[in-house]
């Protein structure tokens, strides 16, 4: 792996896991264009705003990177998240339990900035974790 592609790793796990948003500025084009479940594409500022919703919602976010590997020239992460649940989140008001979510970005780079993102999160385990009713129980 590149030291260009660890540099990104770092920064992007700073700009999570320190709330460090002006990383963002650094590691992404100006053009930059996100992919996220439950919201319309996002620029650069408008996913700086969402990173910054997971840790209005869960004060004490924070990410681990599983794995990471590099093909063509796209950086895929698979991510693991944590939090306690303090706010709203997709209307489930605060429950105060740690919830976990995994998690896959794959990143588009061009001269080692990110053009854009994908991203696929498991929001149906998380309001699973939520939920005071378990929801795989109340199927059967």
């Given at each position: 792996m590149s030291m260009a592609i660890q540099h990104f790793i770092q920064q992007f796990d700073d700009m999570v896991n320190k709330l460090d948003c002006h990383v963002g500025e650094e590691i992404f084009v100006p053009q930059f264009i996100a992919h996220v479940p439950?919201?319309?594409?996002?620029?650069?500022?408008?996913?700086?705003a969402?990173?910054?919703g997971f840790r209005i919602t869960f004060p004490d976010f924070c990410q681990e990177i599983n794995d990471s590997f590099?093909?063509?020239?796209?950086l895929v992460l698979r991510v693991s998240y944590r939090g306690t649940h303090k706010r709203d989140f997709?209307?489930?008001?605060?429950t105060y339990r740690?919830?976990?979510m995994s998690g896959i970005s794959i990143f588009q780079i061009e001269n080692d900035l990110v053009v854009e993102n994908w991203t696929?999160?498991?929001?149906?385990?998380?309001?699973?974790?939520?939920?005071?009713?378990?929801?795989?129980?109340?199927?059967?």
């Open positions: 439950f919201m319309p594409r996002l620029n650069r500022s408008s996913y700086r969402y990173m910054q590099v093909a063509n020239s796209r997709l209307g489930i008001p605060a740690e919830i976990t696929e999160l498991d929001i149906f385990g998380v309001i699973q974790q939520m939920s005071v009713v378990n929801l795989m129980s109340s199927l059967s």
